[in-house]
């Protein structure tokens, strides 16, 4: 193995992308852990600005509790240069074809809830803001609203990206193979979580032993 590379931060250019899967066949991406500065939205000191600091630090507090795949699909849109790792078994056509239809499923996952979140935080929310104490019926559908769009553009980004490389990984076959015991791989495993900057990996994949 080469050596391991650094933990990528938004505006690098290169992000590494693990290609498992579940039981049942679907495909189960894992990205690189990436770090998460404060964007410029999120500052300011106007009503509007304190408002959008509001949605994104509910934004923020609800990240680790929604979807993973919906926040690796927000952490997509940063990336020029995607790296895609995949089982040895699988051909890199295939892998691409089968990466591209997951993306596609998420874009199109996001403009649905983008437009439903939206029009709740609208049309419930806004009309409840002149009253006293916290608006959730606001800051919760708003909050969301960012979260899927932010997830539909990484997935729209991906889809662009025009540099997009395939690569055979030997060690996730391994841990393919495993999932319903991954004690018996805990050095592979410990390879790709060192290589791969993914220190999340055993818990992301456990589900996956039990579909």
């Known amino acids: ?8 931060y938004f505006g690098d250019p290169l992000m590494n992308l693990l290609l498992f899967q ?7 991406p894992i990205l690189e852990m990436v770090s998460r500065p404060e964007p410029g939205f999120a500052t300011g000191s106007g009503r509007w600005s304190r408002i959008k600091k509001r949605v994104y630090q509910t934004y923020r507090r609800l990240m680790d509790r929604v979807d993973y795949h919906e926040r690796l ?23 691409q074809n089968r990466l591209r239809d ?3 499923s998420c874009y ?3 403009s649905r809830w983008v437009g439903i ?5 609208i049309v419930v929310g806004i009309p409840l803001m002149p009253l006293p104490g916290p608006n959730i019926f606001f800051f919760y559908p708003a909050a969301r609203t960012l979260g899927h769009y932010l997830a539909r553009k990484g997935a729209q ?19 393919q193979n495993h999932l319903q015991d991954l004690k018996t ?7 790709l979580v060192e290589h791969y900057q993914l220190p999340d990996l055993e818990r992301l994949l456990i589900p996956l032993g039990k579909k």
């Open 157 to 175: 980004h991906a889809l662009n990206c025009d540099k997009l490389s395939f690569h055979s990984e030997p060690l996730i076959d391994q841990v």
């Open 73 to 95: 699909c927000s952490q997509l849109r940063h990336s020029t240069d995607l790296q895609v790792y995949h089982p040895s078994h699988i051909e890199a056509t295939e892998a």
């Open 22 to 28: 579940t039981q049942a066949g679907d495909l189960y």
């Open 185 to 191: 791989v805990q050095d592979t495993l410990a390879g």
């Open 117 to 121: 979140d939206a029009f709740l935080a």
């Open 1 to 8: 193995m080469d050596t391991p590379m650094a933990i990528a």
């Open 102 to 104: 997951f993306l596609k």
């Open 108 to 110: 199109s996952k996001h």
